[in-house]
Nanobody, 121 residues
Framework: QGQPVESGGGSVQTGGSLRLSCAAG????????LSWYRQRPGKEREFVSA?????????TDSVKGRFTISRDNAKNTVFLFLQMNSLKPEDTAMYYC?????????????WGQGTQVTVSS
């Protein structure tokens, strides 16, 4: 399993929107549990949102109603997305894709290198 690859970060003003993407890996009859984390300046990495293999989702309270997580189990690559609306300066962070993949031998976890999101007031 290769490293996940994030994209879609950038700089926006307060109230703007961004859509993050993550190429998570090849399906290969594996089950993927996918998550977004972020690390704000001077803070530890924190959970943002997750989507399970059955499509169920979860969010940290601070992004509920503003962020939407989704996935696309395409033929050759599993993709993870995060639609971020009504962005606030406190959303400024490096955003990381985490994949947990089970191909019948237990879960293995991978992290992407991150994509920077900067929200200016």
């Amino acid at each position: 399993q290769g490293q996940p690859v994030e994209s879609g970060g950038g700089s926006v003003q307060t109230g703007g929107s961004l859509r993050l993407s993550c190429a998570a890996g090849s399906p290969n009859n594996c089950r993927y549990e996918l998550s977004w984390y972020r690390q704000r300046p001077g803070k530890e990495r924190e959970f943002v949102s997750a989507i399970a293999s059955d499509g169920s989702t979860s969010y940290t309270d601070s992004v509920k109603g503003r962020f939407t997580i989704s996935r696309d189990n395409a033929k050759n690559t599993v993709f993870l997305f995060l639609q971020m609306n009504s962005l606030k300066p406190e959303d400024t962070a490096m955003y990381y894709c985490q994949t947990r993949r089970d191909c019948g031998y237990g879960y293995s976890t991978r992290w992407g290198q991150g994509t920077q999101v900067t929200v200016s007031s």
